[in-house]
């Protein structure tokens, strides 16, 4: 099994930026692409970004492309999601996930989540 945790969440103004981490544990060989979504109130789960591996690749929301930047550090087990020029409509629990898979969008293909944590963006 893998265990994610993330940390880094809180309350910033709008245009404030916050860093997210999710630190994988366990049977982590197991794991390949990594990726962050979100669940707003009242919402459904939706995807931010994902990140293969080797990090050499990733991909964005439309939502949040050129303000939020993922990145990962294989030597510490751990996945970033640094996110700039926040907006309230980013107000929501972010999800760390895992996958085995190389590059996914698709909540299903992850195989293991953490249990989030909250962001909130005043305006």
């Known amino acids: 099994q893998v265990q994610l945790v993330e940390s880094g969440g809180g309350l910033v103004q709008a245009g404030g930026s916050l860093r997210l981490s999710c630190a994988a544990s366990g049977r982590t060989f197991s794991i390949s692409g990594m990726g962050w979504f979100r669940q707003a109130p009242g919402k459904e789960r939706e995807f931010v970004a994902t990140?293969?591996?080797?990090?050499?690749?990733?991909y964005y929301a439309d939502s949040v492309k050129g303000r939020f930047t993922i990145s990962r550090d294989n030597a510490k087990n751990t996945v970033y999601l640094q996110m700039n020029s926040l907006k309230p409509e980013d107000t929501a629990v972010y999800y760390c996930?895992?996958?085995?898979?190389?590059?996914?969008?698709?909540?299903?293909?992850?195989?293991?989540w953490g249990r989030g944590t909250q962001v909130t963006v005043s305006s």
């Open positions: 996930a895992a996958t085995s898979g190389s590059f996914e969008i698709v909540a299903g293909r992850y195989n293991y």
């Open positions: 990140i293969t591996r080797s990090g050499a690749s990733t």
